[in-house]
């Protein structure tokens, strides 16, 4: 029986786990922290054997194929050994891509991925298509090929999870946009996170189809440097689908509209008509996290953007606004570069709550072109601070530009926190 390691026992190593031993794999789960207990019970009903609090080398050393889940940097020492002893290490999202028949769109970029695979999984069973929605976003593709099986996936991919792919190979691919993110998984060079987000089309044929925003220019610069073989479908603001009319608050904005068409030309590549699509686009309900509305209190609106864990998730938010904000934003700074964000700050921002352990850079960057700073250390503190500073009329924005992980579990703990302080006011 060949011997399969799956490093990292979190939602993907799970899945992969599970995968392989249906698939007589004998697996072994390796992971150098600690196991859930819902991981542990998963394992032991189904034989599994895993290890946690650190690497058995030499068992993992005897593999033929290692497993690496996706928030596993590969500078680790274990990684480095593996890699000496050319055990092949390929990501969850190739591992099962291996075990489906299944039509594959794929969807990464830096923002804007999850309403993108959202949307297009709506349309598409809004239709009747037999589709599925995986991998980044609900059940990891692993767990999902094992579960439901469907005639298409719809995978939205993170970067980590685009860094080991060998034959992995989706009939659509979209890349909505590249800007610098998780720069510290990739020695601070965006060039080696956009050929990450690359990995993508690497295995398409002419016969499958690659869908972007032409107006992203790092993506034009990274199409130059690979060998794009897949039919291109550039689309730009200029040439907005006339065909559809977008009136959906869930997909208010400027990037928004750039989904929808993403979305939507998905759809007309599945033969789905103009008017399914129309349809299929008002009854969609967005992303909780992202430009989510979560009530309006004395006629001010309190949106939750806590998805928005970079600055240009944060400059789509800012841009969407329509009223006065008052703008909580914070926490881990990813390196941020936040000037970028100045002239809408400047337009739309009417006072800053800043939530995070160290404010002192956001401050000194927006106290030109904001009156109103104040610092809060918990969420309660932020909401109530952006209550007293709203009037009639205004809205209260969480979209926090950082990682959550100063104050928060994740960010969908903070944008939880952010709703339950909401409806306290």
């Given at each position: 029986?060949?011997?399969?390691?799956?490093?990292?026992?979190?939602?993907?190593?799970?899945g992969a786990a599970l995968l392989a031993q249906r698939n007589n794999w004998d697996v072994l789960v390796s992971d150098a922290g600690t196991l859930s207990t819902a991981a542990k019970q998963e394992f032991e009903s189904n034989n599994i054997?895993?290890?946690?609090?650190?690497?058995?080398?030499?068992?993992?050393?005897?593999?033929?194929?290692?497993?690496?889940?996706?928030?596993?940097?590969?500078?680790?020492?274990?990684?480095?050994?593996?890699?000496?002893?050319?055990?092949?290490?390929?990501?969850?999202?190739?591992?099962?891509?291996?075990?489906?028949?299944?039509?594959?769109?794929?969807?990464?970029?830096?923002?804007?991925?999850?309403?993108?695979?959202?949307?297009?999984?709506?349309?598409?069973?809004?239709?009747?298509?037999?589709?599925?929605?995986?991998?980044?976003?609900?059940?990891?593709?692993?767990?999902?090929?094992?579960?439901?099986?469907?005639?298409?996936?719809?995978?939205?991919?993170?970067?980590?999870?685009?860094?080991?792919?060998?034959?992995?190979?989706?009939?659509?691919?979209?890349?909505?946009?590249?800007?610098?993110?998780?720069?510290?998984?990739?020695?601070?060079?965006?060039?080696?996170?956009?050929?990450?987000?690359?990995?993508?089309?690497?295995?398409?044929?002419?016969?499958?189809?690659?869908?972007?925003?032409?107006?992203?220019?790092?993506?034009?610069?990274?199409?130059?440097?690979?060998?794009?073989?897949?039919?291109?479908?550039?689309?730009?603001?200029?040439?907005?689908?006339?065909?559809?009319?977008?009136?959906?608050?869930?997909?208010?904005?400027?990037?928004?509209?750039?989904?929808?068409?993403?979305?939507?030309?998905?759809?007309?590549?599945?033969?789905?008509?103009?008017?399914?699509?129309?349809?299929?686009?008002?009854?969609?309900?967005?992303?909780?996290?992202?430009?989510?509305?979560?009530?309006?209190?004395?006629?001010?609106?309190?949106?939750?953007?806590?998805?928005?864990?970079?600055?240009?998730?944060?400059f789509f938010a800012l841009d969407s606004m329509t009223k006065p904000t008052v703008w909580i934003v914070g926490g881990v700074d990813k390196g941020n570069d936040y000037t970028s964000l100045l002239p809408l700050v400047h337009e739309k921002?009417?006072?800053?709550?800043?939530?995070?352990?160290?404010?002192?850079?956001?401050?000194?960057?927006?106290?030109?072109?904001?009156?109103?700073?104040?610092?809060?250390?918990?969420?309660?503190?932020?909401?109530?601070?952006?209550?007293?500073?709203?009037?009639?009329?205004?809205?209260?924005?969480?979209?926090?530009?950082?990682?959550?992980?100063?104050?928060?579990?994740?960010?969908?703990?903070?944008?939880?926190?952010?709703?339950?302080?909401?409806?306290?006011?």
């Amino acid at each position: 029986m060949k011997k399969l390691v799956v490093l990292g026992g979190g939602e993907s190593g799970i899945g992969a786990a599970l995968l392989a031993q249906r698939n007589n794999w004998d697996v072994l789960v390796s992971d150098a922290g600690t196991l859930s207990t819902a991981a542990k019970q998963e394992f032991e009903s189904n034989n599994i054997s895993w290890e946690e609090g650190g690497h058995s080398l030499d068992k993992i050393l005897e593999a033929s194929l290692v497993v690496k889940s996706p928030g596993i940097p590969n500078h680790v020492a274990v990684i480095v050994a593996i890699k000496k002893a050319r055990t092949p290490i390929v990501s969850e999202i190739e591992f099962a891509s291996n075990y489906t028949n299944a039509t594959l769109i794929g969807i990464t970029g830096s923002n804007g991925k999850t309403t993108t695979a959202m949307l297009t999984h709506h349309l598409l069973i809004e239709s009747g298509v037999n589709a599925g929605l995986a991998g980044n976003i609900g059940n990891s593709f692993a767990k999902a090929v094992i579960e439901d099986q469907h005639e298409v996936y719809v995978l939205e991919i993170s970067s980590f999870q685009l860094e080991h792919i060998q034959t992995f190979h989706p009939h659509i691919a979209v890349i909505t946009n590249l800007t610098p993110d998780h720069l510290d998984r990739y020695g601070n060079s965006f060039e080696a996170y956009c050929d990450a987000k690359f990995n993508l089309i690497k295995n398409q044929t002419e016969n499958d189809h690659f869908l972007y925003d032409a107006g992203d220019k790092s993506i034009v610069s990274g199409i130059a440097r690979h060998d794009v073989k897949a039919k291109q479908h550039p689309y730009t603001n200029a040439n907005t689908n006339p065909m559809f009319t977008i009136d959906n608050p869930s997909l208010r904005g400027r990037h928004n509209a750039k989904n929808a068409m993403a979305a939507a030309t998905i759809a007309q590549l599945f033969q789905l008509s103009s008017q399914e699509i129309q349809a299929s686009l008002q009854t969609f309900q967005g992303a909780a996290h992202r430009l989510e509305h979560v009530v309006t209190i004395l006629k001010v609106a309190y949106i939750n953007d806590s998805k928005a864990t970079n600055v240009n998730a944060a400059f789509f938010a800012l841009d969407s606004m329509t009223k006065p904000t008052v703008w909580i934003v914070g926490g881990v700074d990813k390196g941020n570069d936040y000037t970028s964000l100045l002239p809408l700050v400047h337009e739309k921002v009417k006072a800053i709550v800043c939530i995070g352990v160290d404010n002192q850079k956001i401050m000194d960057v927006f106290a030109p072109v904001v009156d109103v700073l104040v610092e809060a250390q918990s969420m309660d503190v932020a909401v109530n601070a952006a209550y007293k500073l709203a009037v009639k009329g205004d809205a209260v924005l969480l979209s926090p530009a950082c990682a959550s992980f100063d104050l928060f579990e994740n960010f969908e703990d903070r944008g939880n926190q952010f709703k339950a302080a909401v409806r306290r006011l």
